[in-house]
């Protein structure tokens, strides 16, 4: 039987003295609605955690358990407090505003820090992150920590997305059934960043920040229908957050609109001198001021499919029929708002992997149906991680044990039983190498990664037709733009069911607008056109 957990005490208290926030529907409001409240005087910043507190304990610890939030702050009645006689402004645009933190990004509080890890249960950190300074300086009450995919899904081949060893399994509040067999999701919450969407799309927190090194926010965005910002890498800092790859990893935010995106990139994006990737940043003074319903009107849209050279057709060829109509109704949508759609395949060189850029790892995940084959694994992964997580250890974490990567190694096959449900085939891999990036095949594997990403990828196909935005099917452009350091803005596109054959409830299927690095003013400016012509958004039913 599952021990009593204090934390859920707390909840429960909390919630029982929850009032209804005027004439707001937390459920599905907009944070810009939310903003609007509060500085009306509409509702109090102390009245609106409650309540979302209280949608906690009843979607995430009760009704359907969607566990998406590993644990509220236990300060964030009192933050939410000093900010009862304040209202938001141009200085604190976020004042009393409740957002949750994927629980990879640092706090300097009462609050762990984990990355969903038995083996940094408890630990702390040694100060905020650069993005909760940020977020607190704009006024944020940070209302928790949620649930992710343990290490950011760097811990073991084929581990379920929104699983972690501490936190447990994170549910799509759309279809949060799981398989009888192996307790997994059928309709996958998406990973890694799985609690903060999850959070967001059952109205849990006004938004939440999540990250990214290939896919992590835009999967669980688009499984989730949210709206997301995944940046070109250097717009927001990675200071204090538990890394895999300085070469491609990001925070950004989640939303349900992209007017509430572009606010939160406002107060995110800023230089600093601890990610020094920031340094060289590009950004307008308003992410929010070119947002127009117009926007789409001659933005030429690259739309990677080509059924005449259909072994090259790897973005939209192989989609599943439904994917494939939902995204035929999407450029339909873009051609009456006036886009121009250029059809055309991506340089077969730009998306396939460019020699020495994999290596082997041996399967040893035990519910994997592939165990004890070789899966092939991103090396840049692989030899970054070892070095940022050791330097994360050293520098940032408080209140545990736990320096190394070979420690957290050593606990997990001490702990096996707790910790390596799934294995930890990826950290040993990562272990073994020297973990000072001096390894030639690794300075080998990134310059071929930009090389293809970027240079015979993304460029090459902006260049050659002119276009101001490349369009992609849920995160299937993920990798491409995350090697090149590229943004991508997703916004929900529809609606499809099923999955490997079984039957489903209908779940959300967001559409990517990717682009050149510094680029998501322009990209916001078209998901948005898009999302007002659109609507496609709405909550999960029943909750």
């Known amino acids: ?32 609605d939310v903003i609007d409240a509060l500085a009306s005087g509409r509702v109090a910043a102390t009245t609106l955690a409650k309540g979302y507190i209280a949608r906690i304990e009843a979607c995430d610890r009760g009704g359907p358990v969607l566990n ?62 650069t993005v909760v300074k940020l977020l607190r300086d704009a006024g944020a009450v940070i209302l928790g920590k949620t649930n992710l995919t343990e290490f950011a899904n760097i811990l073991a081949i084929d581990m379920p997305s929104g699983y972690s060893s501490l936190g447990g399994q994170v549910k799509n509040p759309y279809a949060p059934t799981l398989n009888d067999d192996r307790g997994f999701p059928i309709v996958s919450p998406g990973g890694s960043s799985s609690g903060s969407a999850v959070a967001v799309a059952a109205g849990m927190c006004a938004a939440s920040i999540g990250s990214e090194t290939s896919g992590s926010l835009l999967f669980p965005a688009s499984q989730n229908g949210l709206v997301t910002v995944k940046p070109t890498v250097g717009l927001i800092s990675r200071a204090g957050i538990l890394p895999i790859s300085h070469s491609q990893d990001t925070a950004g935010p989640m939303t349900r609109t992209v ?7 406002n107060v995110l994006a800023a230089k600093d001198a601890l990610d020094p990737a920031t340094l060289r940043q590009r950004r307008p003074a308003d992410y929010t001021a070119g947002l127009a319903r117009d926007a789409m009107k001659g933005a030429r849209i690259g739309v990677p499919s080509d059924p005449a050279d259909p072994f090259n057709d790897c973005f939209y060829g192989k989609l599943p029929p ?18 121009v759609i250029v059809r055309a395949n991506i340089p077969t060189r730009g998306w396939i992997a460019g020699p020495g850029t994999t290596m082997a790892v041996l399967n040893r995940n035990p519910l994997s149906r592939n165990k004890g084959n070789p899966a092939m694994q991103w090396i840049v992964f692989l ?36 910790a390596l449900r799934f294995g930890q085939d990826l950290f040993l891999a990562a272990n073994a190498t020297k973990g000072d990036l001096s390894e030639r095949e690794y300075k080998s594997a990134r310059a071929m990664d930009l090389l293809a990403a970027k240079t015979r990828g993304i460029d090459a196909y902006m260049n050659q037709h002119r276009l101001d ?24 596109g529809g609606f499809v069911s099923g999955i490997d054959g079984k039957d489903t409830p209908d779940y959300p299927l967001g559409i990517t607008f990717a682009g050149r690095a510094w680029s998501e003013h322009k990209l916001l400016r078209l998901a948005y056109a898009f999302e007002q012509a659109t609507s496609f958004r709405r909550p999960p039913p029943g909750l």
């Open 68 to 129: 998406s939030v590993r644990e509220v702050n236990p300060d964030a009645l009192a933050i939410a407090g000093t900010f009862d006689d304040t209202r938001p402004s141009p200085k604190r645009p976020l004042a009393g505003v409740p957002i949750l933190l994927k629980d990879n990004i640092a706090t300097g509080d009462k609050q762990p820090t984990t990355a969903g890890s038995l083996a940094l249960e408890g630990a702390r950190a040694v100060g905020d992150a």
């Open 469 to 492: 935005a490349v369009l992609f099917a849920g995160s299937t452009g993920a990798t491409i733009a995350a090697k090149a350091g590229y943004p991508s803005v997703m916004v929900p």
């Open 383 to 418: 030899y970054e991680l070892k070095r940022g997580l050791n330097l994360y250890l050293a520098e940032w974490a408080a209140n545990t044990a736990i320096k190394t990567m070979a420690e957290i190694v050593a606990f997990n096959e001490a702990n096996a039983g707790r």
């Open 1 to 32: 039987m599952k021990k009593p957990n204090p934390r859920d005490a707390r909840l429960a208290a909390a919630a029982a003295g929850a009032e209804a926030p005027s004439g707001l529907a937390l459920e599905n409001q907009p944070m810009s």
């Open 259 to 265: 007017l509430d995106a572009a606010m939160l990139l």
């Open 322 to 339: 439904k994917w494939g109509a939902a995204m035929a109704a999407v450029i339909a949508v873009l051609e009456d708002l006036g886009a």
